[in-house]
Structures are given as C-alpha cells and as structure tokens.
C-alpha cells in the first residue's frame, strides 16, 4: 500500500527542491566552507592565477583538487605584510596565492610569482614611497584611520552601555563594564568579533560582552574540555546562559546583585 505523504511533502511541488528549514533565507555560507578553483586543465599552471595552499616541502604547493605541484624554477615567494608591493605583483600576473586553513579561519603565508616580477615590483614600490607626496598621502591616512577608530570606539562603547541597560543603580558598574570590554575588544588588529563587519554593532556588542564573561567570571579557560565534535560549542553556550542571568539581576536592580558576584570581583581586580 502506497505511504501516504504528509501534509509538509504535498505542499512543495518539487520534494526534491524543498527548501531546508534548518538554513535561513540569505543565510550566509559556513566560513571556511569556501572552495576555491580548480586549475584550467587547457593551460600550463605557470600561466594561471591560483589560490593554493603549502605543499610538503618548501617549493611546493596543494593545489585545491588535493594536488601536489613544483613551484616553477625561477618563481620566488614574496611574503605577506606588504600590501603595495603585492598588488603590484598581483597586477602583472600570473600568481599563485598560497593560504592555509586553520580550524575555520584562512592565513595567508605569501605569494608566488615570478622573482623578476617580484624584484620589479619592489623597485617601483620604493621609487614610491621616497616621494614627498606619497609621505604626505601617508600621514593624511594615519590621520583619517585615528579619526576614525576613536569614532569607532565611542559608538562600540554606547552599543555595549545599551545593551547592558543596567538599572540606575548599578548604572557606574555599567559604565565601568561597557569600559571594559571596549578596551579589549575594540583595538585594531585585535581579532575580536567587535572587528568584524558581518554582523551589526548591537550584535558586536552582545558577543563581545558576553565573550568578555566568559573569560573573565568563568572558569572556561582552566576548563578540561573533551575533544568531541561540538562539545566546546555546547560548554561555550551554556556559559553564556550563565552570564546573560547574572547580568538580569543588574537589569532588574536587584538589591543583591553584587553579593559574592563574579562580574564585580572581576572589575574590582
């Protein structure tokens, strides 16, 4: 007898294009989940610009597929951390960008191309910068990029006193709370989630405070944690169910709220 289908797999006509309800709509893709190109089979790989990743010894690379190829003889490996001179390179191509992956995160570790095109390429690059109005240029940046930290700064530091909202009194702790995770989230290069672009302030703000928690009212970091697939995650949400109660008690005003408190032990020292 034919199993009847349920009232979910007759309302899409197509069950085999049935959207996920697990994914949202506009969803963005994993990090790390990209998958970079594979080679033109119809060209030499010298004359292709490829994404790679570090081969088992120094003169070679993995190729997306898995592969393992030579560099070309008379290419050379610039490395990262100079942005001028790797454009320059970029731009005369062809060049393979060599990535590694850790955990969900993508480092680069340098380019290779072709070492006279690389030896141009610095040349030009320091003919550049031994100009007046390239130094002039420089300082003007420096300024807009103080400029705007210190604006960045002040509207992270409102994002995080709004969505602490602590009762009036307990408004300083607030304050001093707010000051806290700014001072730590927000410098450049610092890698935390108040960096990221991906995601609005209002959520910047949530997770770094509650990152800020974590590690500072928990015992997370001294934490023996099983190596098992999804087990830090599931440590990592149950903290911050902790720290998201603490924090009510100062919403709230209630009047035991920094007896025997974690969060203002932790401001205190």
Same mark, same amino acid.
């Given at each position: 007898?034919?199993?009847?289908?349920? !009232? &979910?797999?007759? @309302?899409?006509?197509?069950?085999?294009?049935? %959207?996920?309800? *697990? /994914?949202?709509?506009?969803? $963005? #893709?994993?990090?790390?989940?990209?998958?970079?190109?594979?080679?033109?089979?119809?060209?030499?790989?010298?004359?292709?610009?490829?994404?790679?990743?570090?081969?088992?010894?120094?003169?070679?690379?993995?190729?997306?597929?898995?592969?393992?190829?030579?560099?070309?003889?008379?290419?050379?490996?610039?490395?990262?951390?100079?942005?001028?001179?790797?454009?320059?390179?970029?731009?005369?191509?062809?060049?393979?960008?060599?990535?590694?992956?850790?955990?969900?995160?993508?480092?680069?570790?340098?380019?290779?191309?072709?070492?006279?095109?690389?030896? !141009? &390429?610095?040349? @030009?690059?320091?003919?550049?910068?031994?100009? %007046?109005?390239? *130094? /002039?240029?420089?300082?003007? $940046? #420096?300024?807009?990029?103080?400029?705007?930290?210190?604006?960045?700064?002040?509207?992270?530091?409102?994002?995080?006193?709004?969505?602490?909202?602590?009762?009036?009194?307990?408004?300083?702790?607030?304050?001093?709370?707010?000051?806290?995770?700014?001072?730590?989230?927000?410098?450049?290069?610092?890698?935390?989630?108040?960096?990221?672009?991906?995601?609005?302030?209002?959520?910047?703000?949530?997770?770094?405070?509650?990152?800020?928690?974590?590690?500072?009212?928990?015992?997370?970091?001294?934490?023996?944690?099983?190596?098992?697939?999804?087990?830090?995650?599931?440590?990592?949400?149950?903290?911050?169910?902790?720290?998201?109660?603490?924090?009510? /008690?100062?919403?709230?005003? $209630?009047?035991?709220?920094?007896?025997?408190?974690?969060?203002?032990?932790?401001?205190?020292?």
């Amino acid at each position: 007898m034919p199993r009847k289908k349920t !009232s &979910a797999q007759s @309302a899409h006509p197509n069950p085999a294009k049935r %959207p996920n309800p *697990a /994914k949202r709509p506009g969803q $963005a #893709k994993r990090p790390g989940a990209t998958k970079h190109p594979d080679p033109d089979p119809n060209l030499p790989l010298p004359q292709q610009t490829l994404v790679v990743g570090p081969g088992p010894s120094d003169r070679t690379v993995c190729l997306p597929s898995g592969d393992v190829v030579a560099v070309p003889d008379a290419w050379s490996l610039l490395p990262p951390g100079d942005a001028g001179v790797t454009r320059r390179v970029k731009a005369a191509g062809p060049t393979w960008t060599m990535k590694e992956r850790k955990g969900r995160r993508e480092f680069s570790k340098g380019l290779w191309a072709d070492a006279a095109q690389i030896h !141009s &390429a610095k040349e @030009a690059m320091e003919s550049t910068r031994s100009t %007046p109005q390239y *130094a /002039k240029a420089k300082a003007a $940046a #420096k300024v807009r990029r103080e400029e705007k930290q210190e604006e960045y700064v002040e509207d992270f530091h409102a994002a995080v006193v709004a969505f602490l909202n602590f009762h009036c009194d307990y408004a300083a702790i607030g304050k001093r709370l707010a000051s806290a995770v700014t001072e730590h989230a927000t410098p450049v290069g610092s890698g935390t989630v108040a960096r990221t672009q991906r995601i609005p302030i209002e959520r910047r703000a949530e997770s770094a405070v509650i990152a800020w928690m974590r590690h500072q009212t928990t015992a997370y970091d001294n934490m023996a944690i099983a190596r098992v697939k999804g087990e830090r995650r599931e440590v990592r949400r149950q903290l911050a169910a902790q720290s998201r109660k603490l924090l009510e /008690k100062y919403r709230s005003g $209630a009047a035991n709220a920094m007896q025997f408190c974690p969060l203002a032990k932790a401001l205190r020292s």
